[in-house]
């Protein structure tokens, strides 16, 4: 019996380079359909670190554990303190730079308001480019009046601006001897035992009257301020010591003679 031929094998139209009837396997066809939808999800931009850090500063309301205040103006601040002057812990105050467009209290105006609440500023702190932070604080029964200080609260009072508890901080000072504690610094006359170790050093004496007036303001009332006897005497043997060096006390930098 004659065995018939194989059926011959016919070439389909992808084998020949053409396109082919036979539809694409379906995990093709899943991720061509998900590429699709990633590529039309719109992308959220990322603001560049300088300008998150700016939105970060802005929504700020604490820096090193204190609160943050900041005021458009002095009516501003004043409001602040009236309602908040008897509490014990401190605050920064963010004040803006003039070259800002950011309404605020300028320095100065800052100043005279906590004078009038028995307030003090202290250290400064860097924030952004536009603004700057103050730390504010109730003043300390022990603190040292500057003569600035006080010729801006006599200012004050003529004006009608100071409060009772701004003049329960000066009436304080007074009794306990802090308005006057600084009258030496502020008029550059050294204490007798800061002059008797000055004299028997004269190279320390020397550099001493050649030192500007504001450093020798500044480290008067820094011994000045000494609270324990031991304290003022440390610190009056460590100026000695530098002044002899031709140092400043501090950034111990040679005097420029």
Request: with cysteine; hydrophobic share 40%.
């Amino acid at each position: 019996m004659p065995q018939e031929d194989p059926p011959a094998l016919t070439s389909t139209p992808a084998a020949r380079g053409g396109a082919s009837s036979l539809p694409p396997p379906l995990f093709i066809v899943g991720f061509l359909a998900w590429s699709t939808a990633l590529t039309a999800v719109p992308t959220r931009r990322i603001p560049p670190p300088a300008r998150r850090r700016a939105d970060l500063l802005l929504m700020a309301t604490q820096h090193e554990g204190l609160q943050i205040v900041t005021a458009s103006s002095a009516e501003a601040l004043r409001g602040w303190l009236k309602e908040h002057h008897q509490q014990k812990s401190s605050v920064w105050l963010r004040l803006f730079k003039k070259a800002s467009s950011t309404p605020s209290v300028t320095y100065d105006e800052a100043v005279d308001e906590l004078l009038c609440y028995g307030w003090i500023d202290s250290r400064v702190a860097k924030w952004d480019s536009e603004s700057y932070l103050c730390v504010i604080s109730p003043r300390r029964p022990r603190s040292n009046w500057s003569a600035i200080n006080k010729r801006r609260v006599q200012k004050l009072i003529a004006q009608g601006k100071m409060t009772p508890a701004g003049q329960g901080a000066i009436d304080c000072a007074k009794d306990n001897g802090q308005w006057d504690a600084l009258n030496g610094a502020d008029s550059l006359t050294l204490p007798d035992d800061l002059a008797a170790a000055m004299q028997e050093n004269p190279k320390a004496q020397e550099a001493w009257d050649k030192f500007p007036k504001s450093y020798k303001r500044g480290t008067l009332e820094w011994v000045l301020s000494a609270k324990r006897a031991a304290t003022r005497e440390r610190r009056i043997e460590e100026v000695v010591r530098l002044s002899g060096e031709g140092k400043r006390r501090g950034a111990a930098k040679a005097a420029p003679y």
